[in-house]
């Protein structure tokens, strides 16, 4: 029998539909069975298919593996997989607990051995499994890196090198990035080493709740730099040497992406932050890639960021391209009451959401919205976030939430993860948890979620394409409609419970529209 003919079909599907069974994988991944192993048994074989439906294949379809996470930039600025999908990355940074010692964002002991750290980091990315995402910001920190100067803590590296192989192992590309907030921790910050600093500034703190205007009130904090960026001591060479041990450490893992160069840079005393960018920042920016590349080769991407004060509009962005390829912009965005804890502003975030869309097909560079988040019960939290992510889908945009650490004692009084202490899930993941359009195999027309049904539209080039269906938010009962627009018939689809994802295929130049509830 035909599994489509042209029109629609209608099925729901069980909570055994047919797919691989997966211990709730992601697009790309060889997250059953071992990470990255492409042909894995485990990943490959295929669930009894149920009863033949409308609309379903005769044949299911199998789970998309890929070897590694790696991940090309195209001439528009999308992200393309080994098997020639434009993949759309949607995640959470591993956050605030990962600033202070020991460093890692869920509770252990300091002075845990590595399979301790190992197991506690299966327990906390096995509860990321149900949520649908394929990606992790995971921020690492200088002054954990390297405590003394030219001396590196090799025990913090194993630990961070846990943690990528953890999240590998669940399906989860990996962002490694440099964390920085307001220079170091003697100022209530974190990421620098404090023997960056010309003197002795005092003993770690993070009690500081108005931490963000140091940037700008704080004359320790720009004075530190005003002394990196003129590379006073030659402190930009540790930096380049900082990342050599990173990457010779880290960067031929699989499941590594790429490199974020240094979070949230801050301006010192320039007096205009754009200029600043322009004549500081881009040439640092492309300096790093430089060297960066050198030590790392061409597979990973490189991330770039923006000052953190252009995420809360108060401060009119310049979006910058410096030299170099395989580049993601990574801006952040946030609402300047909801980051803390207070109502809602009102400013609507999507007009700086198109900018980073149009900035990305403009200039060939992919983006990757790296910071975007909410404090737990703000007032208008919840709207904004979705208003946000809707954005993101129709502007094809990739985005890491933040953040995800247990937190029994906050920094500086945030409080943002969507995981309680105990580790039990929070409010914000309810509208964070949502299907999207993962993978497309061909051009994408659009993508949207209203709460109850998700509808994708995309021109087929014979692959298969991915919708996530976060098995957080999606059960028994799904319901499927599946429709050729126009072009040739014989699209088809696999509904996998296990994995939480809708794989469709069709043939070339098959302009397909699905519509999925549940």
């Known amino acids: 029998m035909r599994a489509l003919f042209a029109g629609s079909w209608v099925w729901v599907a069980a909570a055994a539909a047919c797919g691989g069974p997966s211990a709730g994988g992601t697009e790309g991944s060889g997250s059953t069975g071992s990470a990255g192993s492409e042909g894995s048994t485990a990943a490959t074989t295929e669930a009894t298919a149920a009863p033949m439906l409308p609309g379903s294949c005769e044949t299911p379809i199998a789970p998309v593996l890929s070897t590694s996470a790696h991940l090309t930039v195209d001439g528009r600025g999308r992200m393309i997989d080994e098997h020639g999908r434009d993949v759309q990355l949607r995640g959470v940074n ?212 923006n000052p953190g004060v252009e995420a809360i ?23 300047a009451g909801l980051i803390k804890g207070k109502p809602a502003t009102g400013l609507d975030p999507t007009p700086l959401l198109d900018e980073f869309a149009a900035f990305m097909a403009a200039e060939g560079v992919g983006v990757l919205v790296g910071e975007f988040g909410i404090s737990d019960g703000a007032k208008g939290g919840i709207a904004w976030l979705t208003t946000v992510l809707d954005r993101m889908d129709r502007n094809r945009l990739g985005g890491t939430l933040w953040e995800c650490s247990q937190n029994a ?27 999207y359009l993962r993978a497309v195999a061909g051009e994408f027309g659009e993508f949207s979620w209203d709460g109850s049904v998700a509808t994708g539209r995309w021109t087929s080039d014979g692959g298969v394409t991915e919708i996530a269906l976060p098995t957080r938010r999606f059960g028994a009962g799904v319901s499927v409609e599946l429709t050729t627009l126009s072009g040739p018939e014989g699209t088809c689809f696999t509904l996998d419970a296990a994995r939480g994802e809708l794989r469709v295929r069709g043939p070339a130049g098959a302009e397909v529209e699905v519509k999925v509830s549940g």
């Open 94 to 305: 591993t956050g605030g607990r990962s600033k202070w010692a020991p460093f890692v964002p869920f509770p252990i002991d300091a002075e845990a051995a590595l399979p301790a750290v190992e197991a506690a980091a299966g327990v906390f990315f096995d509860r990321l499994t149900g949520w649908g995402i394929n990606a992790v910001r995971m921020p690492f920190s200088w002054e954990a890196l390297e405590p003394s100067p030219g001396s590196y803590d090799s025990r913090y590296l194993d630990r961070y090198a846990a943690l990528i192989e953890a999240a590998w192992q669940r399906g989860l590309r990996v962002v490694v990035d440099f964390h920085q907030d307001i220079y170091a921790s003697p100022f209530c910050g974190d990421g620098f080493p404090p023997w960056t600093l010309p003197n002795d500034a005092g003993p770690p703190r993070h009690d500081c709740p108005d931490w963000g205007s140091k940037y700008v009130f704080d004359a320790d904090v720009r004075a530190a730099f005003d002394r990196f960026w003129a590379d006073e001591g030659q402190i930009q060479a540790k930096f380049t040497a900082m990342w050599g041990q990173m990457i010779d450490r880290v960067g031929d893992h699989p499941g590594v992406l790429g490199l974020e160069i240094l979070n949230e840079p801050g301006w010192g005393t320039a007096a205009n932050i754009t200029t600043w960018k322009q004549s500081v920042l881009t040439p640092f920016h492309a300096q790093a890639i430089a060297d960066m590349r050198a030590r790392a080769g061409e597979a990973l991407l490189l991330f770039y960021d």
């Open 313 to 335: 509009g108060l401060q009119e962005v310049e979006h910058p391209h410096p030299a170099g390829s395989g580049l993601v912009y990574a801006p952040h965005l946030y609402d």
């Open 409 to 435: 004692e906050l920094w500086n009084e945030e409080d943002l993860s969507v995981l309680a202490a105990d580790g039990s899930e929070r409010a914000a993941l309810d509208a964070f948890v949502r299907p």
